[in-house]
């Protein structure tokens, strides 16, 4: 479904709810650099068969492929534009939980590189938008002058050893911010690159299942 301007966001989404009708859960599918609103629903599905989804389009455009905000350059982020529209993400969010009938207070973001900084903006600037984060191969979107209380907020964190645009450095440096704030992190790190692999989803599933209840 797409919701226009004259409702609630010019969005281009999908909306999936509940298979079962027995979640209270709602999965944030935030796709990486060229994708579009159907690119993780089959991930999302694979790590809780039960859960709403909730997928927006990315939409800003770099040389056609759709992202969540503009780069400067490779790693570079345009730090205003990242945060306009880590705002009217969340805003979506909340617009989407009021046209579709979700629990705000049960939404998780899985992100995929582009999605997953979104996600980890969110975090540091909109905190109380999501429950936890799944980020797949994510940087640091930014450093903020006020860490945010992520206390009870659970991440995971996946990463590839052999990552070229992500160097395991940049994931530390995620990984210590988002602790130093409070919030409890669960990393793997597999021997791929910028991909998400079977073992890496195995791992988030299984993280899933433990502190989310059906």
Do not use: C
């Not at 999965?27 to 068969?49: F, S, V, Y």
């Not at 994510?138 to 050893?161: E, H, Q, S, W, Y």
């Amino acid at each position: 479904m797409v919701l226009g301007e004259d409702g609630i966001t010019s969005f281009i989404h999908r909306f999936i709810p509940s298979a079962t009708g027995n979640s209270s859960r709602t999965l944030l599918l935030l796709h990486g650099t060229g994708g579009t609103e159907n690119d993780l629903l089959d991930l999302g599905r694979l790590l809780d068969p039960n859960a709403s989804l909730l997928s927006p389009r990315g939409k800003v455009l770099e040389n056609g492929m759709s992202r969540y905000f503009r780069r400067l350059a490779e790693g570079i982020f345009d730090i205003a534009d990242l945060t306009r529209r880590t705002y009217e993400l969340s805003d979506f969010v909340e617009a989407a939980s009021i046209a579709y009938d979700f629990d705000l207070r049960q939404v998780i973001a899985v992100g995929f590189s582009n999605g997953a900084n979104i996600a980890a903006s969110m975090l540091l600037l909109r905190p109380h938008m999501l429950s936890a984060a799944a980020l797949l191969h994510p940087m640091v979107p930014f450093v903020p002058d006020t860490l945010p209380d992520l206390r009870n907020k659970p991440v995971f964190i996946g990463a590839g050893l052999a990552d070229p645009l992500v160097p395991i450095s940049e994931t530390e440096r995620l990984v210590q911010l988002l602790q130093r704030a409070g919030a409890t992190i669960s990393l793997h790190q597999h021997n791929g690159g910028h991909v998400i692999s079977h073992e890496e989803v195995r791992e988030a599933r299984s993280w899933l299942r433990q502190f989310a209840s059906a």
